[in-house]
């Protein structure tokens, strides 16, 4: 299976909030995460973030999916690159305040750097959290 292959399988294991369980196969130990958006910017290991993922799903979203607009790998530095959309309604308790009905079409790029056996050991989301907490009501 080529690197972006399982880059895709991680992505899709992700953004469909599988959790550590579901994604741990194509992360190498180890692996950091990063990011600049404040409610994921404490988080250090990309496990930690797939588990943020889960819980963040499962609870307070309703109607959840993604669209993936573009991806790509770069060989010459092993990173694959998803671009894509989150969608998801407040419809289910947690989060800020009680559920407002409101949903958010959240854009955002995973940046994937692969080891040589093809897992992920880094990656970085770009993600406007303050723009699609707004969108929900929980500004």
Known sequence: MSKLENARKFF?????GKGRSGCAEYVADGA????QAGAVADI???????DWMEGGIAGPFTDTHYD??????DDKNSTALF?????ATHGGEGGPVPP???STASEFVY???MNDEGKIEKMTKIWND????AEMGWG
């Open 12 to 16: 899709d294991a992700c953004e469909s």
């Open 32 to 35: 950091t995460f990063h990011a």
């Open 44 to 50: 250090e290991l990309l496990l930690d973030y797939t």
């Open 68 to 73: 993936i607009h573009a991806s790509a790998f």
């Open 83 to 87: 671009f894509g959309t989150f969608h």
């Open 100 to 102: 407002t009905g409101k």
């Open 111 to 113: 940046a994937m750097k």
């Open 130 to 133: 303050g723009h699609a907490f």
